[in-house]
């Protein structure tokens, strides 16, 4: 996806201090991310995302109640099949996923874009709350947090055109203002950047994913396509977690590159059992 798209898809900052936390709408893009953007063609069956989801805890109602939202949000689109209902990704749907996978399969989703840092402001109305809320949830899916008052700061070039290319038709005029920036001699960021970011939530982010998918019995209990459904919705959220910090920063056992390397070795031991299982829900 687009960073925008990024975070329509993943985007409501995260109140919680557990990655796992799973709530029904990552689990439901994630399962939209994997096996139907650029995949799957066909509305699919409300029954295949119920069968899905309650394997990993979900009550039903959930689930409807979601995808409702998601087509409120313009993610999606309902079309009748028959007695059933199904669901099929929007053109601004597919943006944001397509964004999204470019972290999610990315070879190094935790190094910054480029050097430097990244600088935002912006002013958003009193009565445009919700996209208000949308422009921070991007600038959080990018890496940004804020430094002082009505200033955000990210490690990195970050592209901003592209992380906020679906809210920016809807920003009044000169609203975002942005500015690439470098540390100057006499001025380290070390304690600015422990000031801004909660390092050690970041590495627990880490340990916690570790912990739970470095199992080998991990995923065992979930028919295959929920667990890697499952395995992807956790990524993401550790991905929101991870503003991408430099390493200079970070302690000299920062676990990113593990977490990096475990998620793949999980995403590819799923993969054809998954896929047979999609093949079988959707026939």
Same mark, same amino acid.
């Not at 009550?59 to 998601?70: C, G, I, K, P």
């Not at 919705?233 to 302690?251: G, I, K, N, T, V």
């Given at each position: 996806m687009?960073?925008?798209?990024a975070t ?13 936390t799973r ?6 893009l994630?399962?939209?991310?994997e096996y139907?953007c ?6 699919l ?5 119920l069968?899905?989801?309650?394997g990993?805890g ?5 689930v409807?109640?979601?995808l409702d ?6 993610l ?7 007695r059933?209902i ?5 053109a601004?749907?597919?943006e944001?996923l397509?964004?999204a996978a470019?972290r999610?399969?990315?070879?190094s989703p935790f190094?910054?874009q480029?050097d ?7 002013t958003v109305p009193?009565?445009?709350? $919700?996209? =208000?809320h !949308?422009?921070? &949830?991007a600038?959080?899916w990018?890496? @940004?947090?804020? #430094?002082?008052d ?5 490690p990195?070039?970050?592209d ?6 679906a809210i920016?038709?809807?920003l ?8 690439a920036?470098?540390e100057?001699?006499?001025f380290?960021?070390?304690?600015t ?15 916690e994913?570790l912990?739970?998918w ?5 995923g ?5 396509l929920t ?8 990524w ?9 910090l430099?390493r200079q920063y970070?302690?000299d056992?920062?676990?990113a590159?593990?977490?990096?390397e475990?998620? $793949?070795r =999980?995403? !590819?031991?799923? &993969?054809?059992p998954?896929?047979?299982d @999609?093949?079988? #829900?959707v026939?």
């Amino acid at each position: 996806m687009t960073q925008t798209a990024a975070t329509a898809v993943l985007g409501e900052t995260v109140a919680e201090n557990s990655v796992l936390t799973r709530k029904p709408r990552q689990l439901l893009l994630a399962f939209f991310g994997e096996y139907v953007c650029d995949r799957y063609f066909e509305p699919l069956r409300a029954s295949v995302l119920l069968s899905v989801l309650e394997g990993a805890g979900v009550a039903a109602s959930a689930v409807r109640t979601n995808l409702d939202r998601m087509v409120a949000s313009g993610l999606l689109e309902r079309h009748r099949l028959g007695r059933e209902i199904g669901f099929q990704l929007t053109a601004h749907g597919s943006e944001v996923l397509r964004e999204a996978a470019r972290r999610v399969n990315g070879p190094s989703p935790f190094d910054p874009q480029g050097d430097g840092w990244t600088l935002v402001t912006f002013t958003v109305p009193e009565d445009v709350r $919700t996209l =208000r809320h !949308r422009l921070r &949830a991007a600038l959080t899916w990018s890496g @940004f947090s804020v #430094l002082r008052d009505g200033l955000w700061i990210a490690p990195g070039a970050v592209d901003l055109a592209s992380a906020l290319d679906a809210i920016i038709p809807e920003l009044p005029p000169g609203s975002v203002n942005a500015f690439a920036a470098s540390e100057l001699d006499g001025f380290p960021m070390d304690e600015t950047v422990r000031t801004v970011w909660d390092i050690p939530r970041i590495r627990g982010a880490h340990d916690e994913f570790l912990a739970h998918w470095g199992r080998e019995d991990a995923g065992s209990d979930l028919p295959p396509l929920t667990a890697r459904t499952v395995l992807v919705a956790d990524w993401l959220a550790l991905l929101r977690a991870d503003p991408r910090l430099p390493r200079q920063y970070m302690d000299d056992d920062w676990p990113a590159d593990r977490s990096a390397e475990l998620f $793949t070795r =999980r995403h !590819r031991e799923f &993969a054809f059992p998954a896929v047979r299982d @999609f093949a079988s #829900l959707v026939a």
